[in-house]
């Protein structure tokens, strides 16, 4: 285990934290006990991304609190997020190294291109959405990026990216700065099914007990299960044997959790999954919006045969208009929602967030929301949840709901943003890693993860 650097704090809970506990249904009473220290220059942007990124580790932060309290019978604990952790966490796949090397980040055919008429943004990180883009644009499968810049340039963006979204393949035109109207979090109470009662637990970890089903990938959804196991959850991650996965992506949200594959199309595989379904007590589904459907895990049939479950789903482009089925990843919201247009740079190059902040500040609503869900059942709300989230909600609310400035001056002690100070090592089935620590702060917290990631896929399908 290993201790996380604290400096002086600076200032109570702000306004972006109170918005995200009010979303979440929490007593504005107990924003009180939530303060902030360290350095707060660590995720600089022409929008509030590092206010973003505190509000939601703080309003996770204080769920978990608030849960230590009802499972061990005393006050919640006082929180205290140190913002250099949360910086370092938005960021943390950047920081993992394994056995000293650095993970690949966007390849080579992932990007910003001009088209004929301004600029798109393509994501090819996985080879079936390579070949996708490039079987659109009718290129060879050996192209480059000289070759794919090409093509783009003798296309409209928009016609482009509605042959992309035709075929699978998942590419965005920059548009300006746009109004939206997805919300930052929905949650709708299922019935009054009474709920399995928990024993006491200690305040490091406040999950313990809790089983999740773990239906995501990438960034947003793990996120979120690793904030779960930190707290002592046991998380299960199930994936398709039919879908390739980054396994540098897996090793920096894989701890804590396990991780199997199975089949739900096959009549064996499919059995263990309902029986694990059975005694599962959360779900999280960050595929896209439908796309599990057929398989009998549409919400209305989980929560007949659940009553009691929460359900967590992540989606791209919200859950109501046009585009609330189509595939997107962290960087394309940027592109369609305007972050990428007000970013850009003088020479008008569309820019990014210094972090996949939609992926990782949706992770931790997601996280926070789960943990309120539990307390609530458990005290004077019994019955399933259903939540929902979205990276155009959490863009929405980044552009046009938090204030660009703090409501309190830095704290001069802070000290300048030094990310070696949040990062420790540990050995893993993958080898020496170098990882970022967890941001949730409050008083007995966990300061580290139980176990690093297991290989993808290698483990049992069974509850611990």
């Not at 604290?6 to 009010?22: I, N």
Request: charged share 20%; aromatic share 6%.
């Amino acid at each position: 285990m290993t201790d996380r650097p604290t400096s002086p704090e600076h200032g109570p809970a702000d306004r972006p934290t109170a918005d995200v506990w009010a979303a979440l249904g929490g007593q504005a009473d107990l924003l009180d006990r939530v303060a902030f220290q360290g350095p707060q220059d660590g995720l600089p942007s022409g929008l509030p991304v590092g206010r973003l990124a505190r509000a939601t580790v703080a309003a996770c932060s204080l769920a978990a609190a608030e849960l230590a309290a009802h499972r061990g019978g005393g006050p919640v604990p006082a929180v205290r997020v140190d913002e250099g952790a949360v910086a370092t966490s938005f960021v943390s796949e950047r920081h993992l190294e394994i056995d000293g090397r650095k993970p690949v980040g966007f390849a080579p055919l992932s990007g910003f291109w001009r088209t004929a008429d301004g600029w798109i943004r393509t994501h090819a990180n996985y080879p079936h959405h390579r070949d996708r883009l490039l079987t659109v644009l009718d290129l060879a499968p050996d192209a480059g990026p000289e070759q794919l810049a090409g093509a783009l340039g003798k296309l409209p963006g928009e016609q482009v990216q509605e042959r992309a979204y035709e075929a699978g393949a998942l590419a965005v035109a920059v548009a300006p700065v746009r109004a939206s109207v997805h919300p930052l979090v929905e949650c709708r109470e299922m019935g009054t099914a009474p709920v399995r009662p928990l024993a006491a637990a200690p305040a490091d970890r406040p999950a313990a007990g809790i089983r999740v089903l773990d239906l995501s990938r990438v960034i947003s959804g793990p996120v979120a299960t690793r904030t779960l196991a930190l707290l002592g959850a046991d998380v299960l991650r199930i994936d398709s044997p039919r879908l390739p996965e980054a396994e540098d992506a897996h090793t920096d949200t894989g701890f804590g959790k396990r991780s199997t594959r199975l089949d739900l199309a096959d009549p064996t595989d499919r059995a263990t999954f309902e029986r694990l379904l059975d005694t599962a007590d959360v779900v999280v589904n960050a595929y896209r919006p439908g796309s599990l459907d057929a398989l009998g895990l549409a919400p209305e049939a989980l929560f007949a045969r659940r009553p009691d479950l929460i359900l967590a789903q992540i989606c791209a482009w919200g859950w109501t208009g046009p585009w609330a089925g189509r595939r997107g990843f962290d960087s394309l919201v940027q592109a369609g929602v305007g972050i990428a247009a007000h970013e850009a740079g003088p020479d008008g190059r569309p820019g990014a967030l210094p972090a996949q902040a939609l992926d990782h500040g949706t992770g931790y609503l997601l996280a926070a929301a789960v943990l309120r869900a539990l307390t609530e059942q458990r005290t004077h709300r019994p019955g399933g949840r259903h939540l929902r989230f979205s990276f155009a909600g959490t863009a929405s609310w980044l552009l046009h709901g938090i204030p660009a400035e703090p409501t309190d001056p830095p704290h001069p002690d802070a000290g300048r943003y030094e990310a070696a100070r949040w990062l420790t090592e540990t050995d893993s089935a993958y080898g020496r890693l170098r990882y970022a620590l967890p941001p949730i702060g409050y008083a007995g917290a966990p300061t580290d993860w139980a176990a690093p990631p297991g290989r993808w896929g290698a483990d049992a399908p069974v509850w611990r």
